[in-house]
């Protein structure tokens, strides 16, 4: 239904409750993703990714990191996280 502002002011008020909510970070990255801002979207992306050193809970970020920077034309750094993604 692309209520993208809605979805972040959810997300955004889960996020102020808990800054380290992974799954939240995710969520608004997609959504931003969805909405083709690709910018906001690697900044939602990169802040989950930093917050766990744990790479099953990485994984779910690696995909929409290589598909954000390819449309944001960094294509050497979306290779290395669709590699990452795949092996």
Do not use: C
Request: aromatic share 14%; hydrophobic share 35%; net charge negative.
């Amino acid at each position: 239904r692309r209520q993208y502002k809605e979805a972040h002011q959810l997300l955004d008020e889960a996020i102020r409750k808990d800054e380290n909510f992974l799954e939240a970070w995710h969520r608004k990255g997609i959504t931003y993703l969805m909405a083709r801002d690709f910018v906001n979207a690697r900044t939602s992306f990169e802040k989950g990714h930093s917050l766990t050193n744990d790479p099953k809970k990485q994984k779910m970020f690696w995909y929409e990191l290589g598909e954000t920077l390819f449309n944001l034309g960094e294509y050497e750094q979306a290779d290395d996280f669709l590699t990452k993604y795949i092996a």
